[in-house]
């Protein structure tokens, strides 16, 4: 950009304050030194982390996998996000405030575990309390007095229904 504001007559005091500034600008915000060195690591790193094959690795670590124990043998589910269990053990976690056990009936007692909502006891959907039906269906259907005796001169023939010439058809329906 300099060798073009520059010519045989020099540059005017407002040119050299412009070219000034657009060197500052340039270089504005540019890392140099250690701080580029640091900055460039830490791109390469968001990319690998990024990258799908580092997403699976990422997952497969034992930090990742459920920390219960089943039979003497550690389940090898996928934990929740933040938590330390998957969502078949995550009622194991004592600290958890999200998930409770399914109360289940006296005859099929349930553990299952559900998700903390609105109600006092939460269930899973086998065991959930549906509440009575509102709505009552009628066994037949009643035709009210009034209709059966209509007299038949209320309605018109499909002769009556034709367009006729003293109107247009869009005004005919």
């Given at each position: 950009g300099?060798?073009?504001l520059t010519g045989p007559e020099g540059l005017l005091a407002k040119e050299r304050e412009n070219l000034r500034r657009l060197k500052c600008l340039?270089?504005?915000?540019?890392?140099?030194?250690?701080e580029a060195l640091l900055h460039r690591q830490l791109?390469?790193?968001?990319?690998?982390?990024?990258?799908?094959?580092?997403?699976?690795?990422?997952?497969?670590?034992?930090?990742?996998?459920?920390?219960?124990?089943?039979?003497d043998?550690?389940?090898?589910?996928?934990?929740?996000?933040?938590?330390?269990?998957?969502?078949?053990h995550i009622c194991q976690d004592t600290n958890q405030t999200l998930f409770k056990p399914c109360q289940g009936s006296e005859e099929v007692p349930c553990n299952k575990p559900v998700p903390v909502s609105l109600s006092e006891e939460p269930c899973c959907p086998l065991h959930l309390h549906l509440p009575p039906q509102m709505y009552v269906p009628e066994q037949?259907?009643?035709?009210?007095?009034?209709?059966e005796g209509a007299p038949s001169d209320l309605y018109?023939?499909?002769a009556e229904l034709q367009p006729t010439e003293?109107?247009?058809?869009?005004?005919?329906?």
């Open positions: 300099s060798s073009l340039r270089r504005y915000r540019q890392r140099y030194g250690v791109r390469e790193r968001r990319v690998l982390a990024s990258d799908g094959t580092a997403q699976q690795a990422h997952t497969t670590r034992s930090s990742q996998r459920c920390l219960a124990f089943v039979d043998v550690r389940c090898s589910n996928p934990s929740l996000p933040l938590s330390r269990h998957c969502l078949l037949g259907l009643a035709v009210p007095q009034e209709l018109l023939s499909a003293s109107l247009p058809l869009e005004f005919s329906d």
